[in-house]
């Protein structure tokens, strides 16, 4: 019984880990498109900052990326910048390839 309860064990360790990797890449990701985003408003550095993290803030709206699409997308027309749905999609797209990279490099440091 204890190989079977030693398996279990190892696969909710495994559960876990892999949870905690799938919100740091999308932590970061949300924080990389609210870089990007801030660059096409053209917002000072420190508020670049401050407003990535209201980027990564907005994405525990609720489940899914429609509330960080949401706020970028508002944001950027608001700021006069030509944006729509799509290009904000393929952004994040692209900017979760970049998290990926980014937190596996950092997690092999």
Do not use: C
């Not at 030693?6 to 892999?18: G, I, L, P, Q, V």
């Not at 740091?24 to 407003?51: H, I, P």
């Not at 709206?61 to 030509?82: F, N, Q, S, Y």
């Amino acid at each position: 019984m204890t190989q079977f309860n030693d398996r279990e064990r190892a696969f909710e360790s495994k559960f876990a880990h892999d949870e905690e990797m799938k919100f740091r890449m999308v932590a970061r990701r949300n924080r990389l498109l609210g870089e990007w985003a801030a660059r096409k408003m053209g917002l000072s550095e420190e508020e670049t900052v401050t407003y990535a993290k209201d980027v990564v803030r907005a994405d525990f709206e609720e489940a899914g990326d429609e509330d960080v699409i949401r706020k970028v997308l508002g944001d950027l027309t608001a700021a006069g910048v030509d944006a729509d749905e799509g290009r904000i999609r393929d952004a994040l797209g692209h900017k979760l390839v970049e998290a990926k990279r980014q937190v596996i490099q950092q997690s092999n440091l």
